[in-house]
């Protein structure tokens, strides 16, 4: 295994060197493509999908839309050109008591990149997902160590992604997939010394363990571990008398979105002890009553998530508020449980996510409490408020404690369904993934898979495009501290 | 000791809480009144740093120079705005199948910051160097470990920083410096749950044991060490018959700098096989042979040379061109030394930096050997290349390995003096650093020390300043796509 393993680092190596001077023009060509191959597979690929997930075809069709714009958009990205951040100082003769060189900067694509994808969205966050997509608009080669919970799913993808660089006439090892329900794979792959950094989608414990395979490297790498969270969910009062059935007819969705297999999964909500809350309370019940209960992606994910609830509801102080008793292999039955914030506070295993259809409602004495419980919250993805101005305006000293939480912050609406933007982040600190700075969707997330190089006085025939005088791609660059898309001299 | 740096972390934290809000107005007046009151301390200052040292003090007065420019070059950047990549995707009410909201994005501090200086730079790396400098400027508070090799430099300048904090009344504990000989107080500081970022400038086993730290925490950290490299410099041929009596005075001035006591030091250069190489090897042997000896920073570095050229100056097949015999306790020879290609390739010893006044020249066979030693060197802060444009044209394949070598490719002069500028890459493949994706010296160096936060949908009386439709601090954002500084709506 280790040599097939090394063979196909050294050939992405090989790919590296080619692929990493293609043009964003033909990088967008070639994500546009790649969209194209993954369409053209038709409903083959969602009913693939939907066999192998036990999700339901529809689903794949929105998460396929999501998956080909997103190779599009950074397509667009990287053919505009001015993602690669140039700066240029120009050259200053008569400067005391030295003459001021020309120093110019700009990002180049690090090296091969491996991902491995998730098991919830075998499109989107896996194969050719956002990590493979910005991966390869950087410049990168990627190695894809497909998910064994969908392999024929993540087959057809990489299927699509071949077709889509030999019809490009790109290098064949631009794009490689490797299979196999070896964890030993993933380690190999990590440690391998061509490997450059690695993108990651899944657990806390498997993306830990990437992490520290990675940082115990003679040449450490970067690790893009987005390892989910509980994504706790503020409930505020004058929100909650205005517009509690329509907020729990939204969670009952958000809860049970996907059979509650989302990494932004609302898994935590707080609020304030009052008669609204109770109220809202049991209309969230109701609301998750009348939705019906789905089977999970595999029996691993079941048997954690049953286990998940068992640690939950038998702890004493734990209210089950709402618990669908729905039978069949794999069915996760949807859970509302209470508990109140003393109890809350003493318990860590309370604080941990349940990947799942399941929330708790932590009950507060008061808004005191509620910033202590909120703040007892390890990293987050996102935190949402659920508030109308007047809550806002009361509480405006809430925003400190939600920029110190989460990634993303969400007003009045549900955290699941990522946006994918230019100003998307979906990260957050640690251990909602390993590296706060980066985000994994959105158009930001192609700065994962670079590195700068400066130039100093180097001939303008040398520079690469981006930085040459005439700034033949017209990006935007910034010269002497001014951004401009004009040329030089 | 446990406890007082556990008091330090937490009063830098309680500075965080205020301190990531102020202005970048008032951080500018701040880093400004740093510089002021650290020109204010006057000839002491100079004298303190010579005396530690062992560098003259004219060397003291660019450095210092070098010091309070790049403070208030930070203040500059930061009271500008735009540093802060401000993206805003506004609301599509219309889009289909769910309308898209609006998200917007900013960088945000991080947290406190633990910096530890370099003894080679007792002002412009170290107490308020650019590691200080520049997380300051990001709005995060810093716990200087002061360097023991230059205890009362470090002091001056940290009580010309504490001044600053008080002229501008900002939380008390913005800036604290910690003394010591002790690894363990860095290791402790470095694994206190309340440090959100370290930056190191030094040896590669102290950056190393460093960034282990900090990677072993529950909660990982991100680690800045700049580890130094041997900087190689590339020779060819027709710039070598044109110029080498110039390159030669160039280099030996480079190699002897700060008693050859820098990062960037040209501690390898590379040639091939020629008359013109062993005529540019004895002009460089003649102009160092005209440079007195100095002594070095301390005894442990004098030590650490001493026995690095023992380990190389008797290695079979390696020739000493030139080793001025000075005596003095702590004066450092310059010495020139020479091997083939086919022995340095052969041993890894010779490929390490040797921290001091030395050079090797390897001289390779033809191109192709070059190649090789050039790819054999591990991560390099920069790589320099002497030629003529007819040299360029020839080898223009050169380039790509360049860029895979270093961070920074000098084109004909030496790479000591790092410049600071927007277009810095003070940084490189490891173990040239042990994050090629930032750099430590130049505008960017902010980069290191924010994170990014999303808000989605967020009133915009909530949102700070950088992100308010009114864009009130002009700023250039990247809004739906395009960049401006115009308003929104």
New interface residues.
């Given amino acids: 295994m280790i040599n097939e393993l090394n063979k196909v680092m050294e050939q992405a190596y090989e790919a590296y060197?080619s692929y990493r001077h293609v043009s964003g023009k033909v990088k967008k060509v070639f994500l546009n493509t790649i969209a194209d191959e993954i369409e053209a597979l038709g409903d083959v690929l969602l009913e693939t999908a939907s066999k192998e997930t036990n999700l339901p075809v529809v689903r794949f069709t929105?998460e396929r839309a999501r998956t080909c714009g997103q190779l599009r958009d950074f397509g667009r990205l990287v053919d505009e050109g001015?993602w690669v951040e140039a700066?240029?100082?120009t050259r200053i003769e008569d400067r005391k008591?030295?003459p001021?060189?020309d120093?110019?900067?700009m990002a180049?694509p690090?090296g091969p990149v491996l991902v491995f994808g998730a098991s919830n969205f075998p499109l989107a966050y896996a194969t050719a997902g956002g990590d493979t997509a910005s991966a390869l608009a950087a410049g990168c080669p990627v190695v894809v160590k497909g998910h064994p919970a969908h392999p024929e799913t993540s087959r057809l993808v990489a299927g699509a992604i071949s077709s889509a660089v030999s019809k490009c006439k790109l290098h064949p090892f631009v794009f490689q997939h490797v299979e196999g329900t070896s964890f030993e794979i993933g380690k190999i792959l990590t440690q391998h010394p061509l490997t450059a950094g690695v993108g990651f989608t899944g657990s806390l414990s498997g993306g830990r363990a990437i992490?520290?395979y990675a940082?115990?490297r003679e040449?450490?790498i970067?690790v893009f571990a987005e390892m989910g969270s509980t994504n706790p969910v503020i409930l505020l009062k004058d929100a909650l008398m205005h517009r509690a059935p329509e907020v729990a007819r939204q969670f009952a969705g958000s809860i049970t979105m996907g059979v509650g297999q989302f990494c932004t999964n609302p898994g935590i909500m707080l609020g304030i002890k009052s008669s609204v809350l109770n109220h809202f309370t049991s209309l969230l019940a109701l609301e998750l009553s009348m939705l019906p209960a789905y089977k999970m992606l595999h029996k691993g994910i079941h048997q954690n998530y049953m286990e998940g609830l068992d640690k939950v509801l038998y702890d004493k102080g734990v209210e089950t508020i709402y618990h669908a008793h729905a039978t069949g292999s794999l069915v996760a039955s949807p859970v509302l449980a209470r508990v109140h914030a003393d109890t809350f506070l003493k318990n860590p295993d309370l604080h941990h996510e349940i990947f799942g259809p399941f929330s708790l409602i932590v009950v507060c004495n008061n808004k005191q409490q509620l910033i202590e419980v909120w703040e007892s919250l390890k990293?987050q993805l996102t935190t949402t408020l659920i508030a109308t101005?007047h809550d806002?305006e009361l509480h405006?000293d809430l925003?400190?404690i939600a920029?110190t939480v989460a990634?993303?912050?969400?007003?009045?609406?549900v955290p699941t369904?990522v946006?994918v933007?230019?100003?998307?982040?979906h990260?957050g600190?640690?251990?909602a993934t390993?590296?706060?700075?980066?985000?994994s969707v959105g158009m930001?997330a192609v700065k994962r898979w670079?590195?700068?190089?400066?130039?100093?006085?180097?001939?303008d025939e040398?520079l690469p495009e981006e930085l040459k005088n005439s700034n033949p791609l017209g990006i935007?660059r910034?010269v002497?501290?001014e951004?401009t898309r004009t040329a030089i001299g």
Wanted: glycine residues 10%; hydrophobic residues 35%; proline residues 11%.
């Fill in positions: 060197l929105g001015s700066v240029v100082d008591p030295a001021k060189p120093m110019r900067k180049v690090v992490y520290d940082a115990g040449v450490p970067p990293g101005a806002l405006a925003m400190d920029t990634g993303r912050i969400v007003f009045n609406a369904g946006e933007s230019n100003a998307t982040v990260g600190p640690y251990p390993t590296d706060q700075r980066f985000t930001d670079v590195r700068p190089i400066c130039y100093q006085d180097c001939p040398l935007l910034k002497n501290g951004f």
